[in-house]
């Protein structure tokens, strides 16, 4: 098989795994290390790896014994009920993990993203010294959306402050998915910064739920909602070898909102004509989702057939955004929603009929497997081979799952 998945990796451990967990995102890293213990199981049964037989290589759990109490000031401490010391660290964490709450001052408090990033801090500061190396897989990387400073305001750079801190503490490795801008690299040149796509588990997920879409320029088309996200769009395109559309916001730059946000007048659609083709909107994180429904909208107006909307992040952060996904739903404007289980999903919104998950765990499980040995992860974190690949497959009227079996 050509899938990099499933080489055999001959490499010397760097130490023993050891996850940690510390938001409401537990059960995603809990799938992650079931994924990593039938990986390496697989392979010590094989006997082809010299270095099977390590301590600490196969563990049924590789999650450590953890906890975060509070106190009622809302302080808090990380507590670590085993030893560290001569571990490959991995902490998983998710900054927008909303399902986590504590008491503060007798009042229910629910966990924000300054939260998880303080806890983060304690969780580094705790194993450094002792574990031979840290590792931080953070998939929504923490105020990444704030990046460059504005030209009429003083602005905190808090993203390229957190890089900074997390260098500082002794961090070797940091992985984040799909960052609304890859120049993080440039605030900690000497940080190990990982960027992998979600593109390929996106779209792979999405071909093989809905056989019906047609990778030709005559029936599909990729469609970004802004013009903030045309770069991602460009590279769906490029790598289906489908058109591009895009929808421009035309603001009325003669006034502000109370924010200093100029209003939008109107969506003007660049590309080709839609009429009868699916549309695959792309976009990074789905909040309200109001724009991406409202281009839905102008989109099926025009004569679009399947509406499919995809981002590697979705919040959903208010009742409303729900709300609207559903009567799209119900009047055919959209076919499906698709994101990854990267970070926290409501229950709500997995018990909607138009919500389709992305299951990430073993795309995570490998790369911990491949970092623990210092292996190169640039060919597995490309996107572009890996859905080349998979396309080819499909071509050949089978493809294979992450473990191997035949789909």
């Known amino acids: 098989m050509s899938d990099s998945s499933f080489e055999i990796m001959k490499q010397e451990p760097f130490g023993p795994i050891g996850i940690i967990s510390h938001t409401a995102n537990y059960k995603f890293v809990q799938m992650v290390s079931d994924v990593l213990y ?4 697989k392979r010590t049964e094989s006997h082809a790896n010299p270095f099977v037989n390590t301590p600490g290589y196969l563990r ?10 509070r106190f009622q000031t809302g302080e808090g401490k990380f507590s670590l009920a085993e030893s560290s010391r001569g571990h490959d660290i991995f902490i998983i964490t998710d900054v927008l993990a909303s399902g986590e709450s504590f008491t503060l001052n007798g009042n229910p408090h629910i966990a924000s993203a300054d939260d998880h990033f303080r806890d983060l801090l304690r969780i580094v500061s705790t194993v450094a010294g002792k574990a031979r190396r840290i590792n931080v897989i953070m998939p ?7 990046i460059l400073k504005s030209e009429s305001s003083q602005e905190s750079l808090d993203c390229a402050q957190f890089l900074k801190e997390l260098y500082n503490y002794g961090v070797s490795n940091l992985i984040v998915f799909d960052p609304y801008d890859p120049r993080i690299y440039n605030a900690v040149p000497l940080l190990g910064i990982e960027t992998p796509r979600c593109a390929y588990k996106i779209i792979s997920s999405l071909l093989s739920q809905h056989n019906s879409i047609k990778l030709d320029k005559d029936y599909t088309m990729v469609v970004s909602p802004d013009e903030t996200g ?41 590309g080709d004509d839609v009429k009868g083709k699916d549309i695959m909107l792309v976009d990074g994180v789905i909040q309200s989702g109001a724009t991406m429904l409202h281009t839905a909208r102008i ?17 959903f952060n208010s009742d409303n955004s729900l709300t609207g996904f559903d009567e799209a739903y119900e009047q055919g404007i959209i076919k499906a929603v698709l994101c990854t289980n990267l970070i926290y999903s409501r229950s709500e919104l997995m018990a909607r009929e138009w919500f389709k998950e992305v299951n990430m765990t ?23 081979t890996k859905l080349s690949e998979f396309l080819e497959q499909m071509r050949m009227g089978e493809f294979f799952d992450e473990f191997g079996n035949k789909n």
């Open 140 to 146: 929504y990387v923490y105020e990444g959306s704030q």
């Open 299 to 315: 989109l099926k107006e025009s004569g679009a057939k399947d509406i499919y909307c995809l981002a590697p992040f979705g919040l």
């Open 60 to 69: 049924k759990n590789y999650i450590m014994d953890s906890s975060l109490p």
């Open 38 to 41: 039938q990986k390496r199981l």
């Open 362 to 384: 073993p795309f995570v499980a490998r790369i911990i497997d491949a970092l623990n040995v210092d292996e190169s992860v640039g060919k597995l974190i490309n996107s572009t």
């Open 230 to 270: 045309i770069t991602r769009a460009i590279f769906y395109s490029s790598m289906l070898n489908l058109p591009l559309g895009v929808f421009y916001r035309h603001r009325d730059y003669t006034e502000t909102d109370s924010n200093g946000v100029a209003p939008i007048k109107e969506y003007k659609f660049l």
